[in-house]
């Protein structure tokens, strides 16, 4: 098999405020990478991950997109979105930073640590954001852990 070809390409939508489907997809996305024998601890980092990208897209956008690439020994996230945009994204990034509404954080979301978690989860990430426009996020998970180090980078 060619190391540079996804065999698996999901594309799926999300709606902003959309809390009864919420988690859908990354939880297919999980069912998806059980089914493809991947280890049970990478597929923990990937859902967590995508979990808690799909929820900022929920909460904090009006609608995206999800895709994800399935590789051989790595799969890569890219979530883009029409929203607010981050304004600094370094801030968003620290722990415990949330702009989420007080209706929000009643519903248990908005502690502020679901960007640290994807840092910490993924072992690349990369946002690029436009306030007023839109955010995008990247995302590598390498199979092999030693391939790197979480690093963040935006552009
Ligand atoms: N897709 C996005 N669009 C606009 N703003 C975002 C987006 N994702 C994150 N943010 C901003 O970054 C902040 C921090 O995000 P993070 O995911 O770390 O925390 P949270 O979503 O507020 O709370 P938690 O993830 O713990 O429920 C958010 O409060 C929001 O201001
Ligand atoms: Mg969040």
Do not use: W
Request: hydrophobic share 35%; net charge negative.
């Amino acid at each position: 098999m060619n190391p540079h070809q996804p065999h698996i390409e999901i594309k799926k939508e999300i709606s902003g405020g959309d809390f009864s489907t919420a988690g859908q997809i990354s939880s297919e996305l999980k069912n998806i990478l059980q089914q493809a024998g991947l280890p049970p601890q990478f597929i923990r980092r990937v859902v967590i991950a995508t979990y808690e990208a799909e929820m900022n897209v929920v909460i904090h956008a009006y609608r995206g997109t999800f895709s994800t690439s399935i590789y051989p020994d790595h799969v890569e996230v890219i979530l883009e979105d029409e929203g607010p945009g981050i304004p600094d994204v370094d801030l968003a990034f620290q722990e415990g930073f949330s702009t989420a509404p007080p209706h929000i954080r009643e519903m248990g979301f908005g502690a502020g640590y679901g960007l640290s978690n994807m840092k910490k989860c993924s072992n690349q990430i990369e946002i690029q954001t436009q306030v007023g426009k839109g955010t995008k996020v990247m995302m590598i998970f390498y199979l092999d852990q030693t391939q790197g180090n979480s690093s963040v980078s935006n552009k």
